[in-house]
């Protein structure tokens, strides 16, 4: 049974600092692409970022240079680093792992809400 569960989320300033953290059980963590995706209410849930098994990394164009995504293979988790948060960035974030071939699991996830 694969279970991914994200923790980190939370209430931020705006300009804020926030870190995202997806631990994945009963798969082979390594393989397959870890993703960060969002939904903010009344909006379909959209790409942030994604790291595929050999590092190469993928952002959505309203988060480059502000977020960093990575994965430490060793500890099953994957990481998304959120600087320079905006209001706009509110939402609930969900980590995802895409083994291909339509086989994906997705985490519960944790609110994220950017605000004075």
């Known amino acids: 049974q694969v279970q991914l569960v994200e923790s980190g989320g939370g209430l931020v300033q705006p300009g804020g600092s926030l870190r995202l953290s997806c631990v994945a059980s009963g798969t082979t963590f390594s393989s397959g692409t870890m993703g960060w995706y969002r939904q903010a209410p009344g909006k379909q849930r959209e790409l942030v970022a994604v790291i595929r098994s050999g590092g190469t990394t993928t952002y959505a164009d309203s988060v480059k240079g502000r977020f960093t995504i990575s994965r430490d293979n060793a500890k099953n988790t994957v990481y998304l680093q959120m600087n320079s948060l905006k209001p706009e960035d509110t939402a609930v974030y969900y980590c995802?792992?895409?083994?291909?071939?339509?086989?994906?699991?997705w985490g519960q996830g944790t609110q994220v809400t950017v605000s004075s």
């Open positions: 995802d792992k895409d083994l291909g071939f339509g086989i994906r699991y």
